[in-house]
């Protein structure tokens, strides 16, 4: 799912947070959200597990606010470089087959 991540990172830029909204304590039915999108709980814990985003917060509602860590900004500025490397043929290729 390198397109979809990437496309997460590049939404998020440096100052739009994905909102973790909790659910049950054992994390069943917590959502990830951004823009008012749903992410998909994969890319939201693989972001989280390796460092990319950070907890920044909470709302006042709750929701915890995700922020791009430095090293989240550096995988986004690192995978933007890639894709635009790519020839439209290799992207279209990610897109479709991951």
Known sequence: MRAETLQVLRLMGCHDPILMLNGADDGYGTRWTLGGQQVQPAIARYLMEHGFIVDSG????????LALSDAGIRFRDNGMRWWSGLNPYQ???VMLLG
Request: proline content about 0%; cysteine-free.
């Open 58 to 65: 909470a709302t006042e509602f709750g929701a915890r606010k």
């Open 91 to 93: 992207k279209l290729k």
